[in-house]
């Protein structure tokens, strides 16, 4: 072979060497920039429940690696008017199911929700409640009669007695205040569903806030005697409270056809009485939306550990659904780890 020859091949084989080292060099830019770090998942919670979420999401980070941002919290339904006017979000914590679907999401809604846990409404009181009606929600409690409950939420709404519920346009624990006091009405003032939120209203003695959360230094500081709350915020905030009958604390899901007797009516429109049911979806412009429906799978096989807060873990999980659901959402029905409860309101 002459020198010529081999000059040209060596230039071949140089050549050849630098195209691989191109395209190696090309594939390996490639994998880092699809492989490299990912941004924090970014979450939206109800602020009654950002503990939860926060332990939720920080056990599963630590599970797959999958980084997290700090939870944003605030009411349900609040939140929704923020995603769907544009705001980030990858995951929809909600205590309102409503809020998950497209009458608040709007284009955001993915159309479908998982139901993992669900929770029950109580009255927290402190040390500066009134002793004398305290004592009438607690013999209420016990007895469990018609007269006893009727005493105790006829002093509650009496004058003179501050009674915390949140702006139910913002706040779905506000909203079900409201219809707690109308189931109330029913069960003990002889089918009166106004019986008792007539007479708050008369006398002034409600209190408002943006959630029930911003009420909790109110009702410790004697501003209000007594607040509507999710029985796991008072567990998590250590306020006492009183036990609500499972008609009356919207905490029973199996009774939601009685639930659905009671409405209320606000500047948002007409909303109808439902079980109190912790949700997760996916809004649809999340940047992260495979790594999203992963943290909602790991919330359904984990969601035992939300007892410690006082909610009630759903076995199975509840899918509320207008469309097919993502591949990972069908595999969990088809796993028996979820059921079809039906349509997303």
Same mark, same amino acid.
């Given at each position: 072979?002459?020198v010529?020859?081999?000059?040209?091949?060596?230039?071949? @084989?140089l050549?050849?060497? #630098?195209?691989?080292v191109? #395209? @190696?060099?090309?594939v390996?830019?490639?994998?880092? @920039?699809?492989?490299?770090?990912?941004?924090?998942?970014?979450?939206?919670?109800?602020?009654?429940y950002?503990?939860?979420?926060? &332990?939720?999401?920080?056990?599963f980070?630590?599970?797959?690696?999958i980084?997290?941002?700090? /939870?944003?919290?605030?009411?349900?339904?609040?939140?929704?008017?923020?995603i769907?006017? *544009?705001?980030?979000?990858?995951?929809?914590?909600?205590?309102?199911?409503?809020?998950?679907?497209?009458?608040?999401?709007?284009?955001?809604?993915?159309?479908?929700? /998982?139901?993992?846990?669900?929770?029950?409404?109580?009255l927290?009181?402190?040390?500066?409640?009134?002793?004398?009606v305290?004592?009438e929600g607690?013999?209420?409690?016990?007895?469990?009669?018609t007269?006893?409950?009727?005493?105790?939420?006829?002093s509650?709404?009496?004058?003179?007695?501050?009674?915390?519920?949140? &702006?139910?346009?913002?706040?779905?624990?506000?909203?079900?205040?409201?219809?707690?006091?109308?189931?109330?009405?029913?069960?003990?003032?002889? *089918?009166?569903?106004?019986?008792?939120?007539?007479?708050?209203?008369?006398? *002034?003695g409600? /209190?408002?806030?943006a959630?029930?959360?911003?009420?909790?230094?109110?009702?410790?500081?004697?501003?209000? +005697?007594?607040?509507?709350?999710y029985?796991?915020?008072?567990?998590?905030?250590?306020?006492?409270?009183?036990?609500?009958?499972?008609?009356?604390?919207?905490?029973?899901?199996?009774?939601?056809?009685?639930?659905?007797?009671?409405?209320?009516?606000?500047?948002?429109?007409?909303?109808?009485?439902?079980?109190?049911?912790?949700?997760?979806?996916?809004p649809?412009?999340?940047?992260?939306?495979?790594?999203?429906?992963?943290?909602?799978?790991?919330?359904?096989?984990?969601?035992?550990?939300?007892?410690?807060?006082?909610?009630?873990?759903?076995?199975?999980?509840?899918?509320?659904?207008? /469309?097919?659901?993502? *591949?990972?959402?069908t +595999?969990?029905?088809? +796993?028996?780890?979820?059921?079809?409860?039906?349509?997303?309101?």
């Amino acid at each position: 072979m002459s020198v010529v020859e081999k000059r040209g091949r060596s230039n071949i @084989v140089l050549a050849l060497i #630098v195209v691989a080292v191109v #395209v @190696v060099g090309g594939v390996t830019y490639t994998y880092y @920039v699809k492989s490299g770090p990912q941004s924090p998942l970014l979450s939206y919670s109800a602020d009654a429940y950002a503990t939860e979420t926060t &332990d939720l999401l920080n056990s599963f980070s630590h599970s797959t690696g999958i980084p997290v941002a700090p /939870v944003k919290s605030g009411g349900s339904f609040a939140i929704a008017d923020q995603i769907a006017a *544009g705001s980030p979000a990858d995951i929809f914590v909600s205590v309102a199911l409503s809020a998950t679907g497209p009458e608040y999401l709007k284009s955001e809604s993915p159309g479908w929700a /998982v139901g993992f846990a669900s929770d029950q409404l109580v009255l927290a009181y402190s040390n500066t409640s009134s002793p004398a009606v305290v004592a009438e929600g607690n013999s209420a409690t016990q007895t469990n009669t018609t007269a006893g409950w009727n005493a105790f939420f006829t002093s509650l709404t009496s004058e003179g007695v501050k009674v915390g519920i949140s &702006d139910p346009v913002s706040d779905p624990a506000g909203l079900r205040g409201w219809l707690a006091l109308e189931a109330a009405g029913y069960l003990y003032s002889g *089918g009166n569903t106004s019986a008792y939120t007539s007479r708050l209203a008369e006398d *002034g003695g409600n /209190v408002t806030g943006a959630s029930a959360a911003a009420l909790v230094a109110p009702l410790q500081s004697g501003q209000i +005697q007594f607040l509507f709350i999710y029985k796991s915020a008072a567990i998590t905030d250590h306020l006492m409270y009183v036990q609500l009958e499972p008609q009356v604390n919207f905490g029973n899901p199996s009774l939601g056809t009685f639930y659905s007797r009671f409405s209320f009516h606000d500047s948002a429109g007409t909303t109808v009485g439902s079980a109190i049911v912790l949700s997760v979806t996916v809004p649809l412009d999340g940047s992260h939306q495979a790594s999203a429906l992963k943290f909602v799978k790991y919330v359904v096989e984990n969601a035992q550990s939300l007892s410690a807060y006082g909610l009630l873990p759903l076995t199975p999980a509840q899918l509320y659904s207008n /469309v097919t659901p993502p *591949g990972p959402i069908t +595999q969990l029905v088809s +796993q028996g780890l979820l059921e079809d409860s039906g349509p997303l309101p």
